[in-house]
């Protein structure tokens, strides 16, 4: 076996008649971070046929690529689409047409607010009923305690009336269990589950939380509810064993309607057929998504509207084919296409964890949380990065003063990782800044945990610090 010396490469490489990269690390030791200017930095590695400088398309040069020895390509970040999902169009009260309609709708609201308690009331004790002595919970509900639940069934359609909801418009009818015991719906208020549990009685699959909610805790257990924690994979796994039973379910994720975001993937596992459900609200002065807004302030806009719109639409069955039984992801993806298709609107790949990054960043008052969300799902696909070390990325991310637009300059990154400055600094900051603008962003952090060269996060974050002190 040869024998190695500092010299030696630290990857083999097959031979080729191609120049070998040499690389050179000026370091001064008695630079601090608070000096450092950021600038382009002359290239420091040395190639034959001066390949040790790179361009970019207008022709300036661009900082060189401080871990190519490592056979890293160049760090590059996936475009974001522009449309934000769970913002509220009319979070607060403008224009004179709703400050009067509000005003001649307060009577109305106290006696709509009466109606909501009272039907809420009336279908908790009914529930209570239908519950008591219940033990076998594994298996359907026995039909004499069905029917004292369509007394709960009734309050939710007068629920529905109390918000303003006084009629809503059908399209097409649902598949009968037999053949499609699973729906897959878009979810854009608190509305649609009150009407999917007047229309259909189906059996969901919903957070844990929801079990402690007054009176809407007792209510969702009645429709033998599937808990699950969206952060243990073992809850998940349960969650996706019941769903294969067969039984009825509904699934969904809480946006503006202005965009589809992406499905968790368990009510397509089982390879069941799908009755997919799309929901809208149309309106104009008043949008009544659950986006980034609280719930009292969205119930007291309903309850002072004259009415309230909502259409649903039963969409065509999608079948699995013999793959897609097998591959989720591609039978989730062609469901997908046709909701988005019919509601007209895009695809995009958020999910629930941006969502907890957009509350993440307004809690400690960002100016444009919005900017913070990376769009969980492909995140997570291609970097393995689940939505909770996300969210811990972000606390650092936000430790080194982020500007009102959501990016952070070089010296306040070097600070917070402790970094000395130095050019090999300098270029692992260029390195990120793709856009060469001087500053990186939050995405630009959290893709950094996962090259593009494909070594493990924690190998490459390593490297990333090590060759700085």
């Not at 549990?197 to 429709?223: C, K, N, Q, W």
């Not at 069955?317 to 007209?344: C, W, Y």
């Not at 990054?357 to 990065?385: C, D, F, G, N, T």
């Amino acid at each position: 076996m040869a024998e190695l010396d500092i010299t030696s490469p630290l990857l083999s490489s097959p031979s080729s008649d191609q120049p070998q990269t040499v690389l050179t690390v000026h370091y001064n030791q008695d630079s601090e971070p608070s000096n450092l200017q950021y600038s382009l930095p002359t290239p420091i590695l040395h190639q034959n046929h001066n390949h040790g400088r790179t361009h970019n398309e207008n022709g300036h040069h661009s900082s060189p690529n401080p871990y190519e020895f490592l056979r890293s390509g160049g760090f590059s970040v996936p475009a974001s689409t522009t449309v934000d999902p769970f913002r509220n169009e009319t979070p607060f009260i403008s224009g004179i047409y709703e400050v009067i309609k509000i005003v001649l709708c307060l009577p109305i609201a106290l006696a709509r607010l009466v109606l909501f308690g009272a039907s809420l009331v009336v279908g908790y004790m009914a529930t209570k009923v239908a519950l008591v002595g219940w033990r076998d919970k594994q298996n359907p509900m026995p039909k004499w305690r069905c029917r004292l639940m369509w007394v709960t069934r009734v309050c939710a359609r007068f629920i529905l009336f109390s918000f303003g909801y006084h009629w809503i418009r059908r399209k097409g009818k649902p598949a009968p269990r037999e053949i499609a015991p699973v729906v897959v719906s878009n979810h854009v208020s608190y509305i649609e589950p009150i009407f999917y549990f007047y229309e259909l009685f189906p059996t969901i699959v919903a957070s844990e939380s929801h079990d402690s909610i007054p009176f809407v805790g007792t209510i969702i257990r009645a429709m033998q509810v599937i808990y699950v924690n969206r952060f243990s994979p073992t809850s998940r796994k349960n969650a996706v064993n019941e769903i294969k039973v067969g039984s009825f379910k509904t699934f969904g994720t809480t946006t503006n309607g202005k965009a589809l975001i992406s499905f968790q993937l368990g009510a397509f596992i089982a390879g069941h057929p799908i009755q997919p459900i799309i929901v809208r609200y149309p309106h104009v002065h008043f949008d009544q998504s659950w986006g980034f807004i609280s719930l009292p302030k969205l119930m007291f806009r309903m309850f002072t509207q004259f009415h309230n719109f909502m259409e649903v639409e039963y969409l065509p069955l999608i079948m699995p084919s013999d793959h897609q039984k097998q591959n989720a992801v591609h039978f989730a993806e062609r469901t997908g296409r046709a909701m988005a298709s019919a509601l007209n609107v895009v695809q995009t790949s958020h999910s629930y964890g941006d969502l907890m990054l957009l509350m993440k960043a307004a809690q400690l008052q960002q100016e444009k949380p919005w900017s913070y969300m990376v769009e969980m799902a492909r995140i997570e696909s291609l970097y393995h990065i689940s939505s909770l070390e996300a969210v811990d990325f972000l606390d650092k991310f936000l430790s080194m003063n982020p500007d009102p637009s959501g990016c952070v300059k070089p010296h306040d990154f070097l600070r917070v990782l402790q970094l000395k400055a130095c050019t090999l600094s300098e270029e692992i900051f260029g390195f990120l800044d793709v856009e060469k603008n001087g500053s990186i962003t939050f995405k630009q952090v959290v893709q950094l945990s996962m090259p593009p060269g494909g070594f493990p996060s924690s190998v490459y974050l390593c490297l990333l610090v090590s060759t700085t002190l």
